[in-house]
Each structure stands twice: as structure tokens, then as C-alpha cells.
């Protein structure tokens, strides 16, 4: 199966720019994801990318895949305390798209 | 008008018991998926049913057992609990898939098992 990687922890001051990282095992992944988790409820999906894209924008996200290296991050701009959370990767691959294969999670501070 | 949802949210039990809990999607989902997420936050998928059928069984316990009555509910019964099943279950669900489709998967709150 896949592997995907994560940091663990990241902290930021309020209103700067956050940047989460990701690395996965298997080229053959279509879809590459970002769930957030807020303390005591379940993921939601914030953003996907195709794999064949290199960028994605959405309001304060930006999404980069880096194919080649098999890197996915994840940018929040103006970052605000109401982001704190914990932020998963995730891929899925077209032909086992049942298949789900999350990160470890980074856990994200923002200090106000 | 939830979409996923999880009974009990909380449940706290002797070790040897043995216990359920129960899922329900109202999205008309195909996928169905449990999930544990240990105390670092990891998150590892259990099962996933599709169409009332087991097309994805990871390395578990026996167990843990799913039961899909309809494509609608998924239930995770556990025999012989042990101190290691504390965890949060995750229930989540998914429209089947076509070949270019992205897949996503809506999350219930989450049940938290506490074995004593």
C-alpha cells in the first residue's frame, strides 16, 4: 500500500502564512487530498487536487504537487486561530479509488 | 439533517465485553468506511463495504466484526474488548467511483471507546 508521510506539528503566529507538507510512495495516486479535523469531530474535505495539476487555489489555500517528487503542501495564507487544527494528506488511486490512504496528520497551532 | 452519523458518540466498558456501534449515512452513498484513530491522531482505515459488500478488510482483529443491513448502514460490532481498542471510530461514507472521480469521503463525529 501507500505510504504518506507528514510532519507532525507545526505552529504559526496568527497572520502569517502556514505551509504543510506531504510526501507519498505511489506514483500511481489520481487524486491527492487535504481533510481537516477541529478538536473532537471528524475530517472534513477542505481541497483535492488532480494529479495531473501542479497548483490549486481556493480563497486562502493554495495547494503545489510536485509529481516528480512525489510532494504535496499545502499553504494557508493569513493564517487565524480558527485554523488550528489537524490537517491530513490523503491519495487515492483511479483504479482502487475505494482506497483510501491517509497521513499521519500535522497537528497546527496558531498563536494569536 | 447530518449527514453522517455515529451512536454512542462516548462509550466506556470493561475489558471482555463486548459491544456495537452503529452508522448511518442519509447521502445515498455507496462506500461505506470505519476507521481508528489511536491517541497520536493516527489515522487507519478498518473496513470499507461497498453496496452492502467487503471490499476493503485491513489487518484487524476478528474481532472486530462490520455488518452492513443496507447500503446505509455500516455497524462495527467488537467482541472481547481489550485495552488496546480505546480509540475514536470514524465512520465515514463515499459515492462509488467512476474512473476519473475524485473520492469524497464524508466523516461521522466519531465514537470514543474507552476500555477499562
Known amino acids: 500500500g501507500e505510504d504518506v508521510e507528514q510532519s507532525l506539528f507545526l505552529s504559526v503566529r496568527e497572520g502569517d502564512s502556514s505551509v504543510i507538507n506531504c510526501t507519498y510512495t505511489d506514483s500511481s495516486s489520481t487524486y491527492l487530498y487535504w481533510y481537516k479535523q477541529e478538536p473532537g469531530a471528524g475530517l472534513q474535505l477542505l481541497t483535492y487536487i488532480f494529479s495531473n495539476m501542479d497548483m490549486k487555489q481556493d480563497q486562502r489555500l493554495t495547494v503545489l504537487l510536485n509529481k516528480k517528487d512525489k510532494h504535496l503542501s499545502l499553504r494557508i495564507a493569513d493564517t487565524q486561530t480558527g485554523d488550528s487544527a489537524i490537517y491530513f494528506c490523503a491519495s487515492s488511486e483511479q483504479h482502487t479509488g475505494n482506497q483510501f490512504y491517509f497521513g499521519t496528520g500535522t497537528s497546527l497551532t496558531v498563536i494569536p | ?116
Open chain 2, 1 to 116: 439533517d447530518t449527514a453522517v452519523s455515529q451512536t454512542p458518540k462516548y462509550l466506556v466498558t470493561q475489558m471482555g465485553n463486548d459491544k456495537s456501534i452503529k452508522c448511518e449515512q442519509n447521502l445515498g452513498h455507496d462506500t461505506m468506511y470505519w476507521y481508528k484513530q489511536d491517541s497520536k491522531k493516527f489515522l487507519k482505515i478498518m473496513f470499507s463495504y461497498n453496496n452492502k459488500e467487503l471490499i476493503i478488510n485491513e489487518t484487524v482483529p476478528n474481532r472486530f466484526s462490520p455488518k452492513s443491513p443496507d447500503k446505509a448502514h455500516l455497524n462495527l460490532h467488537i467482541n472481547s474488548l481489550e485495552l488496546g481498542d480505546s480509540a475514536v471510530y470514524f465512520c465515514a461514507s463515499s459515492q462509488s467511483l467512476g474512473a476519473s472521480d475524485y473520492n469524497e469521503q464524508f466523516f461521522g463525529p466519531g465514537t470514543r471507546l474507552t476500555v477499562l
